[in-house]
């Protein structure tokens, strides 16, 4: 067999190119690339034209869903002693992973792109460090809550326990991450239950961030109580500075 094998690379590379995409076509007939092929009864190729030729708000959305599958294959693929937990259905976290000491859930986001480039921290709140990037941290679907009334697309710091940022956008490598913890992340100023939209990402690890997974694990059951370094301007500073605003308005319009 193994003869055989050596036989058919080497008539492969004596061929051309288009008799070996020939060859690959006849394949193709048998061995479909992604059972997705069957499930939307369409060929690969018909699937990665579709997507080329999406929109910039489709690709943000696709460019999500490639950072999650890019976590679960380099990163959780790589954990020894850890399993994958994540029940079905909609949630606020993207994976459950269990080890002997429990669950930890982890929400998945993209470093922000603003004009196809990395988006600035400071760009998001002109109060965040122009050095640094960014992470929205908010629900892609809007919505209410059907007794409340409360807005449903902010994060609670409730609803997941580490936040993995993708940084493909600045890196152009699927397999870099950076980790918090999510009681870290920035409040909002005026309902501190809420995680701020924007939150600023170091451009590589720093002593809030990590680069490891089981480094960020160790930080979360660890019970630090930290806070990213920035300051917040609160509610009566930010309100405040729009009364002045707005006096400055009438004197120029009297």
């Known amino acids: 067999m193994n003869n055989q094998l050596e036989t058919i690379k080497q008539l492969l590379a004596a061929c051309s190119k288009e008799q070996r995409q020939e060859i690959f076509r006849a394949l193709r007939q048998e061995f ?7 499930k939307l009864n369409a060929e690969a190729e018909i699937i ?9 708000l489709t690709l ?5 869903i490639i950072a999650e599958a890019a976590f679960a294959t380099k990163v959780v693929g790589t954990l020894q002693g850890w399993k994958d937990t994540t029940p079905g259905g909609n949630h606020p976290y993207d994976f459950v992973l269990t080890d002997d000491r429990g669950n930890i859930r982890i929400q998945v986001k993209m470093q922000r792109q603003k004009s196809h480039r990395p988006m600035l921290a400071s760009e998001g709140y002109r109060f965040l460090p122009p050095d640094m990037h960014v992470v929205e941290t908010q629900k892609t679907r809007g919505g209410s809550h059907p007794k409340t009334g409360e807005d449903t697309r902010p994060y609670k710091f409730n609803e997941f326990d580490i936040l993995a940022v993708a940084l493909h956008p600045s890196t152009g490598d699927w397999s870099r991450f950076l980790y918090t913890v999510n009681s870290w992340l920035l409040p909002r100023s005026d309902e501190t239950n809420l995680m701020l939209k924007f939150q600023p990402v170091p451009k590589q690890a720093n002593e809030n961030w990590t680069d490891s997974f089981l480094t960020c694990v160790s930080w979360l059951r ?5 806070r990213l370094q920035i300051d917040v301007p609160s509610a009566s ?3 405040k500075k729009k009364r002045k605003t707005n006096r400055k308005r009438k004197t120029r319009t009297n």
């Open 60 to 64: 943000r959305g696709i460019r999500g």
């Open 237 to 239: 500073r930010t309100t």
């Open 32 to 38: 479909p690339i992604h059972a997705i092929e069957q």
């Open 48 to 56: 990665l034209e579709a997507i080329s030729r999406a929109t910039d």
């Open 222 to 226: 660890s019970g630090q109580n930290r």
